[in-house]
């Protein structure tokens, strides 16, 4: 059944405080060995539960099993020493402790496959996985082996495509690449960060997206947010290149934005992934707030088309408003649908 304007969360939910410290961005597991395992299969299938009771569309895991979503899958690959820590400037904004490359970069076996397996048996519904975008993940590393950054997006890259190929045969129908740092270094997306983002979904039947966002609600993200002027004119650089590229779809950052509506037009044809829910506030949105965002865009990105969603990951949030912004991103979506097919809301 295709439903018009299908809503979805972008990625991350908070998780219970018995798995993880609640409201901490990256927090540390309290669990370990078997009971962390099973502990984080039962937050995915609660996550996905959740959502399923908010009226959620398409639904996704929340990201429960891991502790960052792009260093969970980095740690799983060989050639990378988890051990030894180098500082570096995450997208030019903040410094971070991160992982060290040493040798060539390998996936020995299927990452999140098995927990894709369980989402999958947890609803009928679609069901949607993010992996970290190629360049986003070598923003997050330090690198002692390829001394290229172009070289090293390459290999993240076909190790992407083997994951997400078999998430695909794991019943995952849609593919989403978390890629923050093309809203940062323009010239490399031009030069090679489309072109590998191509590659990392080369092949696959299933509907591939990119969400480019400017970030969680945290203070190094809403600082820089605040430097940037009265437009955010930033995807007006990587929108015409993801509208001539195999991408099926873009998932953008807009409620409570400085984004100008109209460069979403720079996306024409393409599925759009709309941010209807600002995740930086804890003020839960109202369903017809909600329905505002999406009527304002609509002029730009066809209905059928269009997707209403969050700007990012939710994981920093309380678990109570995040449900309730769900709910009301749901709601919401359901006064436009029924506005243009000129039927009366059903309530829940």
Not at 157 to 184: K, S, T, Y
Request: proline share 5%; net charge negative.
């Amino acid at each position: 059944m295709n439903t018009l304007l299908p809503t979805s969360i972008v990625g991350s939910l908070p998780k219970p405080s018995w798995l993880a410290e609640p409201e901490i961005l990256w927090s540390p597991w309290k669990l370990e060995g078997a009971e962390l395992a099973e502990g984080r299969r039962d937050a995915l299938t609660l996550a996905a539960a959740e959502q399923l009771r908010a009226g959620i569309d398409i639904v996704s895991d929340g990201e429960q099993t891991r502790q960052h979503f792009v260093t969970t899958f980095i740690e799983h690959l060989s050639g990378v020493d988890l051990e030894r820590r180098e500082t570096v400037r995450i997208r030019n904004r903040y410094d971070a402790s991160v992982p060290t490359v040493v040798g060539a970069v390998d996936r020995e076996r299927p990452v999140f496959v098995d927990d894709a397996r369980a989402l999958r048996a947890a609803t009928d519904r679609r069901i949607k996985w993010a992996l970290p975008g190629p360049m986003t993940m070598i923003d997050t590393l330090y690198d002692r082996h390829y001394g290229s950054r172009e070289k090293l997006a390459w290999e993240f890259a076909r190790i992407l495509n083997q994951e997400a190929r078999e998430l695909e045969a794991a019943g995952v129908d849609i593919i989403q690449f978390d890629e923050p740092a093309f809203n940062v270094f323009f010239d490399d997306v031009k030069d090679w960060g489309v072109a590998t983002l191509e590659r990392a979904a080369e092949g696959l039947r299933a509907e591939t997206v990119v969400h480019i966002c400017y970030g969680y609600g945290i203070k190094a993200n809403t600082d820089w947010k605040a430097t940037l002027g009265s437009e955010w004119r930033q995807y007006e650089e990587s929108f015409p290149l993801l509208q001539r590229s195999t991408i099926d779809g873009v998932s953008l950052e807009c409620h409570n934005s400085r984004v100008p509506l109209e460069l979403i037009g720079l996306l024409r044809g393409k599925k759009v992934m709309v941010g209807a829910i600002d995740v930086a506030r804890h003020a839960v949105e109202t369903p017809e707030e909600v329905a505002a965002t999406l009527r304002a865009v609509l002029p730009f990105v066809d209905a059928d088309r269009l997707f209403p969603s969050t700007n990012c990951g939710m994981a920093p949030l309380p678990r109570r408003v995040a449900r309730e912004k769900m709910a009301a991103l749901a709601a919401g979506a359901r006064i436009v649908r029924s506005e243009l097919s000129g039927t009366a809301a059903a309530p829940r």
